[in-house]
């Protein structure tokens, strides 16, 4: 069974910085992409992020662009999600997701979502 | 970039009613479109991609048709458990969603 458990969320600063992680379980975590996805309260879904199955490319969205890196550890089947120069616009609820293949495919399996709010 | 959008916002209906939402790109996907269900506090589950294939254990009563530009994703026979909110998203370039349809109760 695929599981994806997020954590790292939390309250932070403007200007501050956040590493979020999500463990990845069930399923050959190199064989695919991996994405974060976002939700503000009450709003809709914003990709942010997405990265290969070997971490070689990665994308994000142009606002995150130069302040968020996306990577993995393959050893430890984690994903990871490093916010920097966070902004109240940030604040959301962050998703990481299992592509169902490489190279823009939609997402099959999501985790519970974990919380982050910036804010002074 | 692509933009998605969504009609209606929200939609009423009734346990055994059919409803149909549509979803419009700003250029050609061809098929490249999926559809998923969020219901509150919870992730996003993936109904159907490639624009009309429904993902495993998804109930029959759920269909998506469309290419280009223009997608629907109808269900047939509402249940209680379908009241949700419902998104689209194109997986062509980069990705981009709708603003989601939130489906009622009427």
């Known amino acids: 069974e695929v599981q994806l458990l997020e954590s790292g969320g939390g309250f932070i600063q403007p200007g501050g910085s956040l590493r979020l992680s999500c463990a990845a379980s069930g399923f050959t975590f190199t064989n695919y992409a991996m994405t974060w996805v976002r939700q503000a309260p009450g709003k809709g879904l914003e990709w942010v992020s997405a990265i290969s199955g070997g971490g070689d490319h990665t994308y994000y969205a142009d606002s995150v662009k130069g302040r968020f890196t996306i990577s993995r550890d393959t050893s430890k089947n984690t994903l990871f999600l490093q916010m920097n120069s966070l902004r109240a616009e940030d604040t959301a609820v962050y998703f990481c997701a299992k592509e169902q293949e490489e190279d823009w495919n939609p997402f099959d399996h999501w985790g519970q979502g974990t919380l982050v709010t910036v804010s002074s | ?106």
Request: net charge negative; charged share 15%; aromatic share 12%.
């Open chain 2, 1 to 106: 970039d692509i933009q998605m959008t969504q009609s209606p916002s929200t939609l009423s209906a009734s346990v055994g009613d059919t409803v149909a939402i549509t979803c419009r790109a700003s250029q050609n996907i061809d098929t490249w479109l999926a559809w998923y269900q969020q219901k509150p506090g919870k992730a996003p589950t993936l109904l159907i991609y490639d624009a009309s294939t429904l993902e495993s254990g998804v109930p029959s009563r759920f269909s998506g048709g469309g290419s280009g530009t223009d997608f629907t994703l109808t269900i047939s026979s509402l249940q209680p458990d379908d009241f949700a909110t419902y998104y689209c998203q194109q997986y062509t370039t980069y990705y981009t969603f709708g603003q989601g349809t939130k489906l009622e109760i009427k």
